[in-house]
């Protein structure tokens, strides 16, 4: 089948990455729509007291005329807010780091969004993202595997980490196999008026965000006190001490005895884990990060200095409820070549995985930092992302 007969709906934010996924799609033959989607306007929960969609939203429409291809914006700011904004609050407000990317591509870009191109009589859908697909027989049967973007500066495969096989086989990712300079050069050399433009720091086509503010329009304020954890706490002594990294797997319970009180704070569901800003403690001889917060009693524990013990794990569960596999039936208990990431742009982590009746519990070789309940751990076997689920 030529790609003339084929149609691909690109999801044109504004930026450079997709302006030259359109552009790579054209020149392939393929017949393009560009579509932006507006994704938040709600006036009683301001994210920026900016507009940026309606910069980026003409830009994109900038493009599709250069491209000479039809172009449209769609609102899905009331779905946006149903499964993004009220998930954020929810999290947040039980005391758990939601990623909202990541759930922004699975529930909105490759689900609500290629139904919409579906719809269109779409065979596929496209977006900027570095990140490759890939397709392979396996037992007679097709499957997709999603694999690291070639930039590994840029790599995105992170935040598509709950895609599953329906929705990377209709999906190209045109950019994945670029790097970020080659895409700038194409875009310049193509007058493209994306070529300089700065990348989308913000939330996932939203814009800026100053979570704080944003978190305190829905979320109560409540003073707390901040308690300071020694570093030399017996509880980290009988952790390591006991050689069951499956108790680490849980994270640190402190209580307000355990160590002294140094302030007060606004409200202990602001924070997370690993947090250093926003604390307006002085007076210490290094800087506090946040290591625990209890939104029932409304505490946060803090250690002093970046090497604190409390920031530290050799391991995390994920409920087996909540573990997603890109690949089905893929074995994690037997590979031995596993890595993993909790975070954007982390380097890859060696692990390995065991289970129980309930989890999965993840051993890194080196201890990490900051694990937060809520975030996305994404696992990887050969540079392709083979399952992913939320810490507990």
């Not at 989890?359 to 201890?367: A, C, E, G, H």
Request: one cysteine or more; hydrophobic letters at 35%; charged letters at 25%.
């Amino acid at each position: 089948m030529s790609t003339s007969s084929l149609r691909v709906v690109v999801a044109m934010s504004g930026g450079v990455d997709s302006s030259v996924a359109a552009y790579l799609l054209k020149e392939q033959g393929y017949d393009v729509l560009a579509i932006f989607m507006k994704n938040w306007h709600d006036e009683s929960v301001t994210i920026s007291p900016e507009c940026p969609w309606l910069e980026d939203s003409y830009d994109a429409m900038i493009v599709a005329q250069k491209l000479k291809i039809p172009f449209q914006v769609i609102d899905l700011s009331s779905q946006y807010k149903d499964k993004i904004v009220d998930y954020m609050f929810s999290e947040y407000g039980i005391g758990r780091t939601p990623n909202p990317d990541i759930l922004c591509n699975r529930e909105i870009k490759f689900d609500i969004f290629l139904q919409i191109a579906l719809n269109l009589n779409a065979n596929y859908i496209a977006t900027g993202h570095y990140a490759q697909v890939e397709s392979k027989e396996l037992d007679g049967k097709k499957v997709y595997y999603l694999k690291s973007g070639k930039d590994k500066d840029k790599d995105q495969s992170y935040f598509l980490c709950q895609l599953n096989q329906d929705q990377l086989s209709k999906t190209l990712f045109p950019i994945g196999h670029l790097k970020k300079s080659d895409v700038r050069r194409i875009a310049k050399n193509n007058g493209l008026i994306t070529a300089n433009k700065k990348d989308s720091q913000g939330l996932c086509f939203i814009g800026k965000v100053k979570l704080p503010e944003f978190l305190q329009q829905k979320l109560k304020k409540k003073e707390g006190d901040v308690i300071l954890i020694p570093n030399n706490l017996k509880l980290y002594k009988k952790r390591v001490g006991d050689g069951n990294l499956k108790n680490n797997s849980k994270g640190f319970l402190y209580s307000d005895d355990m160590g002294t009180l140094v302030g007060t704070h606004p409200g202990a569901h602001f924070y997370t884990v690993g947090q250093r800003k926003g604390l307006a403690i002085g007076g210490m001889s290094k800087p506090l990060f946040v290591i625990g917060t209890d939104v029932k009693k409304n505490i946060i524990y803090v250690g002093e200095g970046e090497e604190h013990y409390g920031l530290y794990r050799s391991s995390l569960r994920v409920n087996k409820k909540k573990m997603h596999y890109v690949i089905p039936g893929f074995d994690l208990i037997n590979d031995n070549n596993l890595f993993a990431r909790i975070r954007y742009r982390q380097p890859l982590q060696a692990v390995r995985i065991e289970q129980d009746e309930k989890f999965y519990i993840l051993f890194f070789n080196v201890k990490q930092k900051s694990i937060a309940k809520g975030q996305f751990v994404a696992i990887y076997s050969n540079n392709y992302i083979v399952s992913s689920g939320v810490i507990d």
